[in-house]
């Protein structure tokens, strides 16, 4: 039997080859030794119990230079899964991915946030073990739930603070009434964060300062700064939503106060407008359908709206210097229009150094953003060196016993 208790395997520097390993590229012991310094018997060790978590597989044998072609390994999706949840103000997404990010099981719902936590968790709990069975898998091989919510999340306990558009929500432990089910750890974060975190794994894996705003029920942004997600003291860097833009408004927000850019720019503010104005419109959804049919008064709307956010984001771009700034939710799918006012503002009132590379466009992941990023933040948990030092000293116990 091979020898995997933590003083042989060394289990510090078996989480440093996974490291290596995470970027997907194939690597034989050769390399892997030459890399990290270590006897290429010690780093075969490391390999044989991370192909027995599960983490990593057999590539395609390296190129032979006479004699015998070398193994490779690199990191796969293996039998082992991750659980994404998306909880938006009206609807609930939720997929069961591989450890590279490749959704396995796919389900969503149309229940609102205000249902409250009993009636959504539920079915997030009753969807979760469906999809994990589905996918092939049994609870054994999930390994972390990201879960993303409408709301303010204080970082440290994954609980929403005062939401304003979650009501019966307010610090409610949504991370212990999950992992009381599941056993495993649950991440979670603000729905705009994840939602950053899945548009630049996707259409800008090489952007290290990216702004990624959310215009639907609410406004917020998701800020990426150095490659990082930036989430502040408490975790409500990016709230941008409950600004204020100080032109003529009386417009009473969710938080109490007045003149925020979501209770002028948000769907409802816009459907409410174009309401009062005599056109039939109650949901974003309305008001995007009036704007693609060419309705001037929805255009004009939607146009103020993008004017009133650049000017929000002109701020931002003056404090973290983004090279894009991506728009999505359900008002992104206005089209232009909206990306044009706030064009109009930044680029006129912006510093031209800020604003001489800066792209601003619309989502390409679109609706599916929210729940690929909560897989991003349970695997970028699972795959962390931490974690992986911890399932090492678990198996080298599971061995011993």
């Known amino acids: 039997m091979v020898d995997i208790s933590p003083t042989a ?33 010690t780093v075969g060790l490391r390999i044989d119990s991370l192909l027995q978590l599960g983490l990593i597989g057999p ?18 999706g293996g039998n082992k899964v991750v659980l994404a949840v998306d909880i938006g103000a009206t609807h609930v997404r939720i997929a069961v991915s591989d450890l590279v990010g490749r959704p396995l099981s796919e389900d969503a719902a149309d229940i609102p946030v205000a249902k409250g936590p009993e009636e959504v968790l539920h079915w997030v709990i009753a969807a979760g073990d469906k999809l994990v069975r589905e996918a092939g898998r049994s609870v054994d091989d999930l390994l972390a739930i990201g879960v993303g919510l ?9 609980r929403p603070i005062n939401p304003p558009i979650m009501p019966g929500w307010d610090n409610v432990d949504v991370p212990e009434r999950l992992q009381a089910h599941f056993h495993v750890p649950v991440l979670v974060d603000n729905d705009v964060n994840i939602m950053a975190l899945g548009e630049r794994e996707v259409a800008w894996p090489e952007v290290d300062h990216l702004i990624f705003v959310k215009v639907a029920t609410g406004i917020g942004a998701g800020v990426i700064s150095r490659g990082m997600l930036q989430r502040g003291a408490q975790g409500v860097a990016g709230d941008i939503g409950h600004v204020r833009v100080y032109r003529d408004n009386d417009a009473i927000c969710h938080c109490g106060n007045v003149g925020c850019i979501e209770a002028l720019a948000s769907g409802p503010a816009l459907a409410k407008a174009l309401t009062e104005q005599g056109l039939a419109a109650e949901t974003s959804q309305d008001v995007v359908e009036l704007v693609r049919a060419g309705n001037p008064k929805a255009i004009q709307a939607v ?15 003056s404090l973290i210097n983004p ?7 359900a008002m992104a799918r206005a089209g232009e229009h909206l990306i044009a006012g706030v064009r109009e503002v930044v680029y006129a009132r912006s510093m031209p150094l800020a604003t001489q590379h800066l792209q601003i466009t619309q989502s390409s992941v679109g609706a599916n953003a929210a729940v690929l990023g909560a897989s991003i933040l349970a695997i970028h948990h699972v795959l962390s060196p931490e974690s992986v030092e911890a399932m090492v000293v678990d198996l080298a116990d599971a061995v011993g016993r």
């Open 303 to 317: 146009r103020q709206a993008g004017r009133d956010l650049g000017e929000i984001l002109n701020a931002c771009i």
């Open 323 to 329: 090279s894009v700034i991506v728009l999505g939710g």
């Open 150 to 158: 409408p709301g303010p999340v204080e970082h440290s306990s994954g």
């Open 59 to 76: 590539a395609d044998a390296a190129p032979s230079t006479g004699g015998r072609p070398s193994s490779q390994f690199a990191l796969t």
């Open 9 to 41: 395997l060394g289990s510090s520097a078996t989480s440093d080859i996974f490291q290596i390993l995470r970027d997907g590229r194939p690597r034989t012991r050769t390399e892997l030794a030459r890399v990290t310094g270590l006897a290429r018997s």
